[in-house]
């Protein structure tokens, strides 16, 4: 696969190409399924060191369409124009609200409430992290 068709084909002939079964080797599927976990790691890290150059090409084109394509790491951190994030999560509550000041904090409470959260999550999970004053 190259990287102009990783980035332009569209997405349903993607997966309709990844849903075709290959005819797998007998003998590889068996020792796949045996094999442990540690040395088929042990392998693959083995073939990236024999094959530098091929590892950092896909490298860099992994890289190149994760971030064309929105995926990857931090694709489920996305924020928005505002600047909240896509979920709020309980480790960014504790980051952030005692950063807040008033305007914000109460900006934040109002997009949780329209995302469903009730008075009782904000009083468990958010009112402990607000800054006071």
Request: glycine share 6%; no cysteine.
């Amino acid at each position: 696969m190259g990287i102009l068709w990783r980035l332009f084909a569209p997405k349903p002939l993607k997966k309709a190409r990844r849903s075709v079964r290959k005819v797998a080797h007998p003998v590889r599927t068996v020792t796949h399924a045996v094999t442990p976990k540690p040395i088929r790691q042990v392998r693959h890290a083995l073939g990236t060191v024999a094959h530098p150059i091929e590892s950092a090409e896909f490298a860099i084109e992994n890289r190149v369409v994760h971030a064309l394509n929105g995926t990857g790491k931090g694709a489920a951190t996305t924020k928005r124009h505002d600047g909240l994030p896509a979920r709020f999560t309980d480790q960014w509550i504790r980051r952030t609200m005692p950063r807040l000041n008033p305007e914000q904090t109460a900006h934040a409470v109002a997009v949780m409430r329209q995302r469903g959260w009730t008075d009782d999550d904000l009083r468990r999970r958010v009112y402990p992290y607000v800054r006071k004053g």
